[in-house]
């Protein structure tokens, strides 16, 4: 998978963040946290690899939160799935 790609997924995956921090059903902390693993997926300055690896690991510590509503938890599952392809270095 090209840098290109990987590029792509994360960009994809900032947006499906933004769907949430959108969705007025979800909770003000939890949109703040999402918010901000928003802004480092999109922070050019890291690899691609070590961007996807920070968004994993705050995004896996949401998933704990039991104030996220279950539609919410399910992206977020998703959009950990899609970050794990861009953080292994080929």
């Known amino acids: 998978m090209g840098d290109a790609e990987k590029e792509e997924i994360i960009k994809k995956c900032a947006d499906m963040l933004g769907d949430i921090v959108d969705n007025i ?3 003000r902390n939890i949109k703040k946290a999402m918010g901000v693993v928003k802004i480092k997926l999109r ?6 690899a070590l961007r996807a ?3 994993i690991s705050d995004l896996e510590v949401l998933t704990t939160n039991p104030n996220i ?3 919410a938890r ?3 599952w998703s959009i950990i799935t899609q970050l794990e392809t861009v953080s292994v270095e080929d």
């Not at 922070?43 to 691609?48: K, T, Y």
């Open 25 to 27: 059903t979800v909770p």
């Open 43 to 48: 922070n050019g300055d890291e690899s691609l």
């Open 53 to 55: 690896a920070a968004g």
């Open 69 to 71: 509503p279950s539609h």
């Open 74 to 76: 399910t992206v977020v």
